[in-house]
């Protein structure tokens, strides 16, 4: 099983960057595909950004494709997400998250360990 700590959330204008991070902790972490979820206020929790357990293999939401990138750090068992040109309907709370699967994958069905989540408030 594998914990999740996110942080490096906070005010960011529109058009600036901000990187999150997310500390795993637990013995799975490089066997496991992980992802970025987000979740605005009165909407659904929405997928972001997901990465393969090697690193090699990435998939974007349409909207942040060249804007946004994930990456991640096995040895620091620590997955970022690179946030850039942020806009102000990208505010919310970002979600990391840990699959059972070791492959890329953009549903939140296939996540079965979330962190508590960091505010990313964009202003315009």
């Known amino acids: 099983q594998v914990q999740l700590v996110e942080s490096g959330g906070g005010l960011v204008q529109a058009g600036g960057s901000l990187r999150l991070s997310c500390a795993a902790s637990?013995?799975?972490?490089?066997?496991?595909?992980m992802g970025w979820f987000r979740q605005a206020p009165g909407k659904e929790r929405e997928f972001v950004a997901g990465?393969?357990?090697?690193?090699?293999?990435?998939v974007y939401k349409d909207s942040v494709k060249g804007r946004f990138t994930i990456s991640r750090d096995n040895a620091k068992t620590t997955v970022y997400l690179q946030m850039d040109s942020v806009k102000p309907e990208e505010t919310a709370v970002y979600y990391c998250?840990?699959?059972?699967?070791?492959?890329?994958?953009?549903?939140?069905?296939?996540?079965?360990?979330w962190g508590q989540g960091t505010q990313v408030t964009v202003s315009s």
């Open positions: 990465i393969s357990r090697s690193g090699f293999s990435t």
């Open positions: 637990g013995r799975t972490f490089s066997t496991v595909a």
């Open positions: 998250a840990a699959a059972r699967k070791s492959y890329v994958t953009t549903q939140a069905t296939d996540f079965d360990t």
